[in-house]
């Protein structure tokens, strides 16, 4: 039996506003995964989508004047224009108006409810509601009140259904115990063990129809619909199958369960995916629980990104601006998985211009130039006896494709980037100082020539196919020009006698 695929999910997001930046960077950074395991020639099942129902959506409808249904399809369209734009190639699309989703939601909960963990009860307090829940003393600030982040709150005296989530802590804090593979990085396992370690109560799992309508009946309540999040988080099994009908267009739940990522911001690891996930994957009768890579968000100057105080960047607008990989690679770029950073425009163009104009296009476009220049079409392999340069360039390159493979498997791309930019700079200094335009002067030197090319079209062959998740498209075009597209091989390879480059074109032109 061959490796169980890899199984990669996003947070789903939300369809109450327009994507933003940290949305595009989410999606692209799971999409970088998929595509290196892809490229490694593991099977790669990458799931994402969008979270359509809910009172924010219903909100932000009523408040364009247009059904909750129509504005959930609208900005689902936006959604998905930005990821065919970006490149992000997903295998399965969650919308969870789906009624494949729908069906399933309905079927677990009837089975928590037969089951007796589901009861319903009267609760009277404050309610928020942009968060969309019930808070309690323990929300409140310093000055003993509810700071801006939980937006509007108000009163709220309402009968709803609970699901028994403190009977399955005890559960929960023993498995975190067991097993610290559960989140990335590691440090917010530990915030998560210490949230979970605090006594706490059951989870309100119904909102009423009279205030919300705009979710998933109750199947044994109908005058109650599904809080939203019970909801979205099953998008991560329903539409990998999971309890699904036969013929109804979905993959074999059992093969790629469980999750080998599920790719979420750092404010829905506490409690969503982090509590109440893993207790409704344990209540539902699951015996193995999915992984979480939790990333960090980008800021703007500092500040939140925030839609209500007009701090967005337009990830489409960079892409048609700086192309599509120049924004792939500087997501990937400039942030630590797991840590924030701050979105700069100019550290955009700085890292186009430098890292993907000057330094793999410049030396990818110099070093098919020459060949074509120097050997016409078709290059020799060059002496199977190295010199010492070619040797310790090739001993650097293996040594970048093992670190940068290291580093993907622990999702640091940006330390796959640095160790494969590595490659890149010693190329180029090989370039200045092997100097092919003095050896094409001096027939004795022929031999050395050929092996000099023949090196430069070997390292650059690699750190192109190295970065080919990042930037897919220019990565094909580079590959293409070197002679060897599709060829995505991790490892250095001499180059074969009588190989033949492509047209040197620039792939990374000079920005206005
Ligand atoms: N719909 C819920 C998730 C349900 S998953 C079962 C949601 N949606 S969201 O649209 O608000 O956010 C979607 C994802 O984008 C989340 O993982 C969130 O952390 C991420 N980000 C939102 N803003 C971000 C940044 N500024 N930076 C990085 N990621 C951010 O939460």
């Given amino acids: ?77 936006k959604f998905k224009a930005l990821w065919a734009k970006l490149g992000i190639a997903y295998d399965g699309w969650a919308e969870t108006t789906d009624p494949r989703h729908i069906r399933a939601v309905q079927a677990v909960l009837q089975q928590l409810h037969d089951q007796g963990d589901l009861y319903k009860a009267k609760h009277s307090g404050y309610y928020s509601v942009r968060q969309e829940q019930f808070l309690t003393d323990k929300e409140r600030n310093d000055a003993g009140e509810f700071g801006p982040e939980w937006g509007e709150v108000v009163h709220l005296e309402e009968e709803n259904w609970y699901f028994r989530l403190a009977k399955y802590r005890p559960w929960l804090a023993e498995y975190l115990a067991a097993h610290p593979e559960f989140v990335t990085p590691s440090f917010r396992g530990n915030e998560l063990a210490n949230a979970v370690a605090k006594e706490a109560g059951d989870l309100c799992i119904s909102r009423p129809k009279s205030r919300l309508g705009w979710g998933i009946e109750l199947p044994f309540d109908r005058d109650f619909v599904t809080y939203v999040w019970f909801d979205a988080l099953m998008n991560y099994v329903t539409f990998a199958g999971y309890r699904a009908e036969p013929g109804a267009g979905l993959p074999d739940f059992e093969k790629f369960w469980p999750c080998d990522a599920h790719v979420i911001g750092k404010d829905i690891l506490i409690p969503a995916h982090g509590i109440y996930w893993p207790i409704m994957l344990k209540a539902a009768g699951f015996g193995t629980m999915p992984k979480l890579l939790v990333h960090g968000w980008w800021n703007l100057g500092g500040a939140k990104v925030s839609k209500s105080s007009g701090n967005v960047v337009d990830p489409a607008a960079l892409a048609d601006r700086y192309g599509t990989d120049a924004l792939r690679y500087y997501l990937m770029r400039d942030i630590a998985t797991g840590q924030d950073a701050d979105f700069n425009e100019e550290r955009l163009r700085a890292r186009y211009q430098a890292d993907l104009a000057n330094d793999l296009g410049n030396l990818v476009n110099r070093t098919v130039s020459m060949a074509r220049r120097y050997r016409g079409e078709k290059l020799a392999a060059g002496p199977a006896d190295r010199a010492p340069d070619a040797v310790a360039l090739e001993a650097l390159g293996s040594e970048a494709a093992r670190r940068f493979d290291a580093a993907m498997a622990k999702y640091d791309v940006h330390l796959a980037l640095e160790a494969a930019w590595e490659l890149v700079a010693a190329a180029n200094s090989f370039v200045e100082s092997s100097a092919p335009w003095k050896l094409a002067k001096d027939e004795a030197q022929s031999a050395r020539l050929d092996e000099v090319l023949a090196v430069l079209v070997e390292a650059s062959r690699l750190a192109a196919a190295l970065a080919h998740p990042i930037i897919p498209t220019s990565a094909d075009h580079l590959l293409a020009q070197l002679g060897f597209g599709g060829c995505f091989n991790a490892q250095w390879q001499r180059l074969a006698e009588g190989h033949a480059v492509g047209e040197p074109t620039p792939v990374f032109p000079r920005l206005e």
């Fill in 1 to 77: 039996m061959g490796a169980k695929p890899f199984f990669i999910t996003t947070a789903i997001d939300y369809t109450n506003a327009p994507p933003h930046i940290g949305h595009a960077y989410e999606k692209v950074l799971a999409d970088v995964v998929a595509r290196w395991h892809r490229a490694r020639g593991r099977e790669v099942f990458f799931l994402t989508g969008v979270d359509q129902h809910g009172q924010k959506v219903q909100q932000s409808a009523e408040k364009a004047g247009i059904p909750p249904a129509q504005f959930a399809r609208e900005i689902t369209a």
